[in-house]
């Protein structure tokens, strides 16, 4: 049972870092989300799970009526355009907090006497305020589900995944194999998520503006180009 275990969990992380879309979809979410970013590769590894054993049962149960490969090539469309969209929302984003930290903010003042003067700062000034709000994280936590629901429906690559449990001689054995592939997805997902928002984050606290503003770029544009490599070429 350990050595199922363990084959379930090894499975799984190769099955996360070898998928460039995983990593492209979680990166300009985690980087937005700072000091929380490992709340969005949890949410992305427990969607991934729940569309995995989503496409699982429509394969046992419709497999004569469905077409799963079908499925499967709509289901890469889909990511694709979802690439496409978190990749233009992180550079969206981006510019317009970056040409907001530039532009003059005015301040009023009633001591001695009331008067206003108008002066340029940036939120760099203040490195102990972490602008990740709650809400944010939330937002992009949700949309990690989202997406990783899609990307676990997404197909036969998924179905090879969970052959071995299908082969498994008892119904515990195949509970614990894919117990440990959720759970091995989940954490290697985490892990990867708090690296990209670690870095984010120090890049923050450091006064590191223009390394945050293109490493954010980055994830972007690597979304981007994955999204439309997904559109054109389905793997």
């Known amino acids: 049972m350990l050595i199922i275990f363990f084959t379930g969990l090894v499975a799984s992380m190769a099955h996360v870092v070898t998928g460039p879309d ?19 590769g949890f949410s992305w590894g427990l969607g991934h799970t729940i569309g995995m054993l989503l496409i699982g049962l429509v394969f046992i149960l419709f497999k004569e009526f469905i077409s799963v490969d079908a499925i499967s090539k709509h289901s890469d469309t889909v990511i694709g355009v979802l690439l496409i ?23 009023f003042h009633t001591r001695p006497y009331l008067y206003a003067h108008i002066h340029s700062h940036t939120h760099e000034d203040h490195p102990d305020h ?35 449990a299908l082969a498994l ?26 690296i990209m928002g670690f870095v984010a984050f120090q890049s923050f606290i450091r006064k590191k503006e223009v390394f945050l503003k293109w490493f954010t770029y980055a994830g972007g544009f690597i979304a981007i180009g994955i999204g439309i490599l997904w559109i054109v070429h389905p793997f």
């Open 22 to 40: 995983h990593l492209a979809a979680v990166t300009p979410l985690a980087i937005d989300s700072r000091k929380r970013s490992w709340i969005i």
């Open 85 to 107: 969209g978190i990749g233009s929302w992180a550079i969206l984003r981006t510019y317009l907090r970056h040409s907001h930290t530039h532009r003059p903010h005015p301040h």
């Open 130 to 164: 972490d602008h990740a709000h709650p809400e944010t994280v939330r937002q992009n936590a949700f949309t990690a589900l989202l997406i990783g629901i899609v990307h676990g429906f997404a197909g036969f690559s998924h179905l090879f995944a969970l052959l071995p």
């Open 169 to 194: 001689p008892t119904v515990w054995e195949s509970v614990a194999y894919i117990s440990a592939f959720a759970i091995g997805t989940i954490i290697t997902m985490i892990l990867f998520a708090f």
